[in-house]
């Protein structure tokens, strides 16, 4: 590259340089899609907790629900005579 046209040690310095930032270019770009592919990884996760979390709210709220329900019911335990 450079460092064979001119042959100088400054030519060389440079030469050396931009090797060492394309190498750190190169693995910045691997470390940036490998914290794509984590942050895709958590969202993935995060929306399928949050889909469980809805079923889980809406079986808790049919449980909860108390509109006719206690009517239709036998009540169960002990019985007082009073009469």
């Known amino acids: 590259m450079l460092s064979s046209v001119l042959k100088s040690s400054r030519a060389i310095d440079v030469n050396i ?3 060492r930032i394309f190498t750190q270019l190169r693995n910045m770009i691997q470390e940036n899609a490998a914290m ?3 942050i ?8 399928s907790n949050d889909e469980d ?5 809406g079986y808790l709220d049919k449980l909860l629900d108390k509109d006719g ?15």
């Open 17 to 19: 340089q931009i090797m």
């Open 36 to 38: 794509r592919q984590d």
């Open 40 to 47: 895709d990884h958590i969202k993935s996760k995060l929306k």
């Open 53 to 57: 979390m809805g079923i889980i709210f």
């Open 69 to 83: 329900d206690d009517n239709k019911r036998k009540h169960v335990g002990y019985k007082s005579f009073e009469g």
